[in-house]
C-alpha cells in the first residue's frame, strides 16, 4: 500500500533551520506532485508547498515564500522541505502528501495520499 514517511523534525530556535523529507513507496512517485502542508494546534491544516512530478514548478504559501524550499529526488522517491529563518509562527506539525496528477494544488482535498506528520517547534 502507498507510505508517506515524514522525518527531521525537531525543536529548532528562532532564526534556525531544518530540512524535512518525506519517503515515499508503494506508488509510481514521478507520477505525482508532492506537496507539503502543516496543522498547528486549533488551526485547520494550511498549505506550505508543492512540487510538479519533475521538478521543474513550485508554489509557495505567502508566509513562506523566501524562507522554505521544497525539492525532490525522483530517484531516491523522496520530497523535501528546506526550512530557514524559522519563526515561532511556523510551530506546526508538517505534513507530505501527494496527488496523481500534473497540476500544483493548493487544496488539502485534492491530495490522494498523506504522511502521519513531523512535529516542528521553534523556539522564541
Known amino acids: 500500500q502507498v507510505q508517506l514517511v515524514e522525518s527531521g523534525g525537531g525543536l529548532v530556535q528562532t532564526g534556525g533551520s531544518l530540512r524535512l523529507s518525506c519517503a515515499a513507496s508503494g506508488l509510481i512517485f514521478s507520477n505525482y506532485a508532492m506537496g507539503w502542508f502543516r496543522q498547528a494546534p486549533g488551526k485547520e491544516r494550511e498549505f506550505v508547498a508543492t512540487i510538479s512530478r519533475g521538478g521543474s514548478s513550485t508554489d509557495y504559501a505567502d508566509s513562506v515564500k523566501g524562507r522554505f524550499s521544497i525539492s525532490r529526488e525522483n530517484a531516491k522517491k523522496t520530497v523535501y522541505l528546506q526550512m530557514n529563518s524559522l519563526k515561532p509562527d511556523d510551530t506546526a506539525v508538517y505534513y507530505c502528501?501527494?496527488?496523481?496528477?500534473?497540476?500544483?494544488?493548493?487544496?488539502?482535498?485534492?491530495?490522494?495520499?498523506w504522511g502521519q506528520g513531523t512535529q516542528v517547534t521553534v523556539s522564541s
Open positions: 502528501a501527494a496527488v496523481n496528477s500534473g497540476t500544483l494544488y493548493r487544496e488539502v482535498r485534492r491530495y490522494d495520499y
